[in-house]
């Protein structure tokens, strides 16, 4: 089937009052379709960021998994369930043209299962930024935060293999942090943003000192003042929103979905699996002012699929 036809069997599907799935093909073209965003919680909204600025003219909707977050400490299964049941009703409800999976966990665990459920659909997945850490490193030494899920995946564990000749890499799994991030709990933040600091070090120029940090999960953009006062100013930190989004608007282009007018109707739309109104908290606090006019949100969903029951 191809990219046009899935978007005309989304296109013919009434669903409420969701603003682009009830339009039909000839009301509305393929660019003009919204991209979905799907995390564990709030971290993606660190990617949505990036997005909004490299793609000013796009419609966006956010789904916040929140009341199964947090991915990084749960097995692959229960994350590909979670992840199909997500991007199942973001495929049926708006319609969507493009998916960024702004979670590495997801990523890891599910990205090749909604590439063969969705072979039309362009879906950019994320993985932590190895490759431009190795780039940017001059001591060769690197430390990478991330998810204890993210740092046992298969896929991880390969992109680690391929580079490991080139650097050399230290894994800190920052069990808590994402979660403590997710809820705005500013304590435990600081504290383990210091512990997990601490393990990753030494820092310096010098041989053998860690001069870049890999934040190789979508929150800890967030914490990243908390992570830069523990270490030296010449310290690097990368992280996967920018490329992504760089990414997303190369592959969008490519194959004619770039909307080219901005969007008339709301350029985002949120949704969580738990309270909607942390997630309004996490947007008035972390996304640029001009983007909150254009928010729109919804009740919890979805229903098909879930697992909250596990």
């Not at 990219?3 to 599907?13: P, W």
């Not at 997005?51 to 097995?75: M, S």
């Not at 800190?172 to 991030?181: E, F, H, N, S």
Request: some cysteine; hydrophobic content about 50%.
């Amino acid at each position: 089937m191809s990219l046009r036809n899935v978007f005309a069997v989304h296109a013919d599907r009434s669903i409420g009052s969701t603003p682009n799935a009830a339009r039909s093909i000839g009301e509305m073209s393929n660019a003009a379709w919204s991209i979905g965003v799907f995390d564990s919680g709030v971290g993606g909204l660190s990617v949505l960021r990036a997005l909004q600025a490299e793609l000013p003219h796009e419609r966006f909707v956010y789904f916040a998994d929140t009341a199964h977050a947090p991915y990084g400490e749960r097995g692959d299964a229960y994350v590909a369930e979670r992840t199909l049941a997500v991007v199942n009703e973001l495929v049926d409800t708006h319609g969507i043209k493009a998916l960024v999976v702004a979670c590495n966990t997801a990523t890891a665990a599910a990205v090749h299962l909604l590439r063969a459920q969705w072979p039309a659909l362009p879906v950019i997945g994320l993985e932590p930024a190895l490759k431009p850490a190795v780039a940017a490193s001059r001591t060769g030494h690197i430390a990478v935060l991330a998810t204890r899920g993210t740092l046992a995946s298969a896929k991880f564990g390969r992109l680690h293999a391929a580079l490991a000749g080139q650097a050399q890499f230290r894994l800190v799994p920052c069990d808590g942090l994402a979660d403590a991030i997710e809820r705005d709990d500013a304590v435990k933040t600081e504290a383990l943003c210091h512990r997990y600091m601490e393990a990753a070090g030494p820092f310096g120029a010098e041989a053998g000192q860690v001069d870049t940090v890999v934040l190789g999960c979508t929150h800890y953009p967030f914490a990243a003042p908390l992570l830069h006062a523990q270490a030296p100013a010449g310290v690097r930190f990368i992280e996967t929103g920018v490329p992504v989004a760089l990414h997303a608007r190369r592959l969008l282009a490519a194959q004619g979905l770039l909307a080219d007018a901005p969007a008339s109707a709301p350029g985002l739309t949120l949704h969580s699996s738990a309270d909607l109104a942390l997630l309004q908290s996490a947007v008035a606090r972390w996304l640029a002012p001009p983007s909150l006019p254009k928010v729109s949100a919804s009740a919890p969903w979805p229903a098909r699929g879930d697992v909250a029951s596990r």
